[in-house]
């Protein structure tokens, strides 16, 4: 296992195939969609502001970009089954989405000007799934980006009825999704909580990314973590975006290759990566066995993380060629860092971010962030 993959599986990272420019990395194509002109609700007002310099954006960048200001169920429909048609092959494929958007019983939802949700069953009829949006952008050959500046307090929730059972409630923001293949989210609020519209022009969160999209030399996910810092500096710390996906190890340039000679060397918003001690810390909610599993050819591979309360951890794979490794790592306020000393060519070291949330760890490591899950047996 070289160390590429070593990365990719430690973090189940989001990392995308790259290109200098939009001729290089083929066809490029978007929706971009922003509703504030509500009909059943109060009006939003920056989300036609936000899609109307997003789309201007992704068209410096090379997308054929398709605009809806305010747009109903059925141009929704419509146009996202036109950009599946467009995407299939393409390199890359963007939706942007601002407006309003719910979870109801575990189902993500973009809501249309004229949607009425007299109840939470009307959802299927009058709102476009995010799993039907995330579906749209899966057949490129790279990147399949979704982006949604739709976790606001939602005003249908509060006068729906509900005929389903108490757990289908609405919730605040989107939930936890889990895209497959060549798909990346990016959520303007992590699950569960609400994104603000802002009081200019922008949203927050739009706002940070029209200020870091276009920069050139920055891999997208990284890119992605300086629209995190940004809005949550701007919000102080009340808003945190969040990005879900588990995508090949290249990487991506959405503005263009760094300089020659530039490529492999560290991003420039990085932060230093820490070096793990050989006596290690570890926070207790770390210890034990983890669980990943990572694309090996046309099957998948179950890779196995056990982590020991004397800072020292073991690796082992069930199916693909990951070669079994050890070494030592903290888990410590919220870092981690990682030295593989035996098992893997090199002085291997990594470092990043971590968060417990019971059954699951969400790592963020150099190249992105993912999913470790605490294993049963």
Same mark, same amino acid.
């Given at each position: 296992m070289n160390r590429r993959e070593f990365v990719s599986g430690l973090a189940v990272v989001a990392t995308l195939a790259g290109s200098a420019s939009a001729a290089a990395d083929g066809k490029r194509v978007a929706l971009v969609i922003g509703n504030g002109a509500y009909r059943s609700v109060p009006a939003l007002p920056n989300p036609p502001n936000d899609a109307a310099d997003v789309a201007a954006a992704l068209k410096r960048l090379g997308f054929a970009v398709t605009f809806i200001a305010n747009g109903t169920f059925d141009e929704m429909r419509r146009s996202l089954i036109a950009l599946g048609r467009d995407a299939a092959g393409a390199g890359m494929a963007a939706v942007y989405f601002a407006g309003h958007g719910m979870?109801?019983?575990?189902?993500?939802?973009? =809501? &249309?000007?004229?949607?009425?949700?007299?109840?939470?069953?009307?959802? +299927?009829?009058? +709102?476009?799934?995010?799993?039907s949006v995330m579906l749209q952008v899966s057949s490129t050959t790279s990147l399949g980006l979704v982006i949604l500046d739709a976790c606001r307090n939602?005003?249908?929730?509060?006068?729906?009825?509900?005929?389903?059972?108490?757990?289908?409630?609405?919730? #605040?923001?989107?939930?936890?999704?889990? &895209?497959?293949?060549?798909?990346?989210?990016?959520?303007?609020?992590?699950?569960?909580?609400?994104?603000?519209?802002?009081?200019?022009?922008?949203?927050?969160?739009?706002?940070?990314?029209?200020?870091? =999209?276009?920069?050139? /030399? $920055?891999?997208?996910?990284?890119?992605?973590?300086?629209?995190?810092?940004?809005?949550?500096?701007?919000t102080r710390n009340e808003q945190q975006p969040f990005v879900y996906g588990s995508l090949s190890r290249k990487a991506i340039y959405l503005a263009g290759l760094p300089p020659a000679g530039e490529a492999n060397a560290?991003?420039?918003? +990085?932060?230093?990566?820490?070096?793990?001690?050989?006596?290690?810390?570890?926070?207790?909610?770390? !210890?034990?066995?983890?669980?990943?599993?990572?694309? #090996?050819?046309?099957?998948?591979?179950?890779? =196995?993380?056990?982590?020991?309360?004397? /800072?020292?951890?073991?690796?082992?794979?069930?199916?693909? #060629?990951?070669?079994?490794?050890?070494?030592? !790592?903290?888990?410590?306020?919220?870092?981690?860092?990682?030295?593989?000393?035996?098992?893997?060519?090199?002085?291997?070291?990594?470092?990043?971010?971590?968060? $417990?949330?019971?059954? =699951?760890? !969400?790592?963020?490591?150099?190249?992105?962030?993912?999913?470790?899950r605490r294993s049963v047996e």
């Open positions: 979870e109801i019983n575990g189902e993500n939802w973009l =809501i &249309p000007v004229d949607a009425e949700l007299k109840r939470d069953t009307d959802a +299927a009829n009058e +709102a476009v799934s995010l799993q939602n005003p249908f929730a509060a006068k729906m009825n509900r005929a389903l059972a108490t757990r289908a409630a609405p919730t #605040s923001g989107l939930g936890r999704i889990e &895209p497959v293949g060549n798909v990346l989210v990016a959520y303007a609020a992590r699950d569960g909580t609400t994104a603000l519209d802002g009081d200019g022009r922008n949203s927050p969160f739009t706002a940070a990314l029209l200020r870091n =999209i276009a920069t050139p /030399g $920055v891999e997208v996910t990284f890119m992605f973590r300086n629209v995190r810092d940004d809005v949550m500096e701007a560290a991003q420039a918003n +990085a932060m230093p990566v820490p070096v793990a001690p050989v006596v290690a810390a570890i926070d207790p909610a770390l !210890v034990g066995t983890w669980e990943i599993m990572v694309p #090996s050819g046309h099957r998948q591979s179950r890779w =196995i993380w056990q982590i020991m309360g004397d /800072g020292t951890y073991r690796f082992h794979a069930e199916g693909g #060629s990951a070669r079994p490794h050890e070494g030592t !790592v903290t888990f410590a306020n919220g870092h981690w860092a990682l030295h593989a000393l035996k098992g893997l060519p090199g002085d291997y070291r990594d470092g990043g971010s971590y968060e $417990v949330h019971d059954t =699951i760890a !969400v790592i963020t490591g150099k190249l992105g962030t993912g999913y470790w």
